[in-house]
């Protein structure tokens, strides 16, 4: 019996560890084409228009995988609040990991011309609808087997997943370029990180399928309380609470992507910065970021999810302006130190986000509404940033101001959501109402 408290401990840390290392490998997939997209897909797959117009195009197909996003919510959300998380978490991976290794083996435009491109919007569409339903299974099976005091902390481990799959995605792609010449890296040195994915999906699979069902769930499916149809009850019985998620997703996503891919196009193709340099930043900012977020995580145990999450779009609405002048200096080390603090500020929105959307909604349609609120935000926030930021920057030749006030806008649109959502972190996930 004595036994008992180090058993529930371990089989949480357990479960956390492996939402973690899944989300990571997820992440690692879905950032590698974003920097492609940021450094070699406009050369590669969209050679024959001038290269402002080859880098909207490249962040096109990088915006389709936000909007399958929305579709792998409800599809997976569906599934996931009928047979159980688990499950959805293996075939999201299993997606995910094959997609990624099948860009890897992608002929270019040279090779077989506008299938190239074709091509790859299918598979980043595969893509998004992997990763729109790996998160609310991913972060429902960590919050799920936790206990009340700590949901902030353990969930936020999923979201570290985050910066740790930038880390990995940034550094192999830093890699490969100092490993090739330029002409190399393009030629094929490129691939290389895409083909890797292979490796780590069975890292991850191996990991996923050790772990057992939320009990939480496993609780609601015995009462027979299953809903029939997720979404529709979700959308019925939470309406408010969907739309206050998309609005809080606002800022958060919009600038984690301004921070982290559209900085990358901003300083080497306007303002001639090595890329080595630019990417270094990035890989600062995710390992800020990966320190952080648990950190903001129990500290929105401790003191609620708004709080912790207004800070954050407040400091984002500052900072807005900051961050582009210090990118507009050119130099290396005020780069890469406005790159830390806006994902440093990126983490104060997202840290909470996780345990915060989950504890809006009852256990019936958990997975489908905190996945629609999550993901229907995702195309119109983070998969139209870069695009957005690309041609405000072309319109206003080369001056970043719009695109700060863009952000202030998105700031605007999360401080009003949050201020408007219920505290939640004291709230039982057993309460169905």
Same mark, same amino acid.
């Given at each position: 019996m004595t036994r008992a408290p180090n058993d529930r401990t371990s089989s949480v840390f357990h479960v956390v560890l492996a939402s973690f290392i899944g989300t990571t490998i997820e992440w690692y997939d879905f950032f590698l084409y974003g920097t492609a997209a940021?450094?070699?897909?406009?050369?590669?797959?969209?050679?024959?228009?001038?290269?402002?117009?080859?880098?909207?195009?490249?962040y096109g197909t990088y915006a389709i995988g936000f909007f399958a996003r929305p579709?792998? $919510?409800?599809?997976?959300?569906?599934?996931?609040?009928?047979? $159980?998380?688990?499950?959805?978490?293996?075939?999201?991976?299993?997606?995910?990991?094959?997609?990624?290794?099948?860009?890897?083996?992608?002929?270019t435009y040279g090779a077989i011309g506008i299938a190239a491109p074709a091509l790859l919007v299918l598979l980043r569409f595969a893509q998004g609808i992997g990763v729109g339903g790996e998160w609310g299974g991913a972060v429902l099976m960590a919050v799920e087997h936790g206990d009340g005091g700590r949901r902030g902390l353990y969930a936020s481990w999923v979201q570290a997943g985050v910066p740790a799959g930038l880390l990995l995605a940034t550094g192999a792609f830093a890699v490969c370029s100092r490993l090739f010449t330029p002409e190399q890296f393009l030629d094929g040195g490129w691939r290389i990180p895409f083909l890797l994915g292979i490796v780590l999906l069975g890292v991850g699979m191996f990991i996923r399928v050790r772990?057992?069902?939320?009990?939480?769930?496993?609780?609601?499916?015995?009462?027979?309380?299953?809903?029939?149809?997720p979404v529709l009850g979700a959308l019925r019985r939470h309406p408010r609470n969907v739309l206050l998620a998309m609005g809080a997703r606002f800022a958060e996503n919009a600038s984690f992507y301004i921070f982290s891919v559209f900085v990358l196009t901003f300083a080497t193709q306007a303002r001639k910065v090595q890329e080595s340099e630019v990417l270094a930043g990035v890989l600062m900012g995710a390992s800020a970021q990966f320190v952080a977020?648990?950190?903001? $995580?129990?500290?929105?145990?401790?003191?609620?999810?708004?709080?912790?999450?207004?800070?954050?779009?407040?400091?984002?609405?500052?900072?807005?302006?900051?961050?582009?002048?210090?990118?507009?200096?050119d130099e290396p080390r005020l780069i890469q130190t406005a790159i830390v603090i806006g994902l440093l500020i990126h983490a104060m929105m997202y840290a909470p986000q996780a345990a915060f959307f989950s504890e809006l909604f009852?256990?019936?349609?958990?997975?489908?509404?905190?996945?629609?609120?999550?993901?229907?935000?995702?195309?119109?926030?983070? $998969?139209?940033?870069?695009?957005?930021a690309t041609a405000l920057l072309r319109k206003s030749g080369g001056d970043p101001a719009p695109i700060a006030v863009y952000l202030i806008v998105m700031a605007a649109i999360t401080l009003v959501s949050v201020a408007l959502?219920?505290?939640?972190?004291?709230?039982?996930?057993h309460d169905d109402s």
């Open positions: 940021a450094l070699v897909f406009n050369k590669l797959f969209f050679p024959n228009i001038e290269p402002w117009a080859g880098t909207m195009a490249a579709f792998g $919510g409800v599809l997976f959300g569906h599934f996931g609040d009928r047979i $159980g998380r688990k499950s959805m978490l293996v075939t999201t991976l299993m997606m995910m990991g094959i997609a990624t290794f099948l860009i890897g083996l992608l002929p772990v057992f069902e939320s009990p939480v769930f496993a609780a609601a499916r015995n009462a027979g309380k299953a809903e029939a149809i977020i648990p950190l903001l $995580g129990a500290l929105s145990d401790r003191v609620g999810r708004r709080p912790v999450y207004l800070a954050g779009a407040a400091c984002l609405g500052l900072f807005a302006f900051p961050f582009f002048r210090l990118v507009a200096t009852g256990t019936r349609v958990r997975y489908s509404g905190a996945s629609i609120g999550y993901q229907l935000a995702s195309p119109l926030a983070g $998969g139209l940033a870069p695009l957005i959502a219920s505290e939640t972190h004291r709230r039982s996930l």
